[in-house]
């Protein structure tokens, strides 16, 4: 079962997702940034703007919690970006 909350690792950066493992440094991440009021309702990380979490899992609790229409932007990924993804919104 997943958390919604993490402790630190050891005082430690932890370089990957919390929720599910996904490594930071492996072929299928990519670096999306969404708004920090946002962030807070999603953090994984008992620290405020702490914690990370790849794509599909910050997807996944922004569904679980019912938000919608989030602005947000990709700055790497594991595909070529079309210069439009800088105005995206997660719908």
Same mark, same amino acid.
């Given at each position: 079962?997943? +958390?919604? =909350?993490?402790?630190?690792?050891? &005082? ?19 670096? %999306? ?11 994984? /990380? %008992?620290? +405020?703007? &702490? &914690? ?10 922004? /569904?679980?919690?019912?938000? =919608?229409? %989030? =602005?947000? =932007?990709?700055? /790497? ?15």
């Amino acid at each position: 079962m997943r +958390k919604w =909350k993490y402790p630190e690792f050891d &005082g430690t950066l932890q370089h990957a997702c919390y929720d599910c493992g996904l490594e930071y440094s492996c072929d299928a991440w990519a670096d %999306v940034n969404l708004p920090d009021d946002i962030w807070e309702l999603i953090n994984p /990380s %008992v620290n +405020k703007g &702490g &914690g990370l979490l790849c794509f599909n899992c910050i997807t996944r609790r922004l /569904s679980f919690i019912g938000i =919608k229409n %989030v =602005k947000i =932007k990709i700055y /790497s990924a594991p595909y070529p970006l079309p210069a439009e993804t800088e105005d995206a919104c997660y719908n």
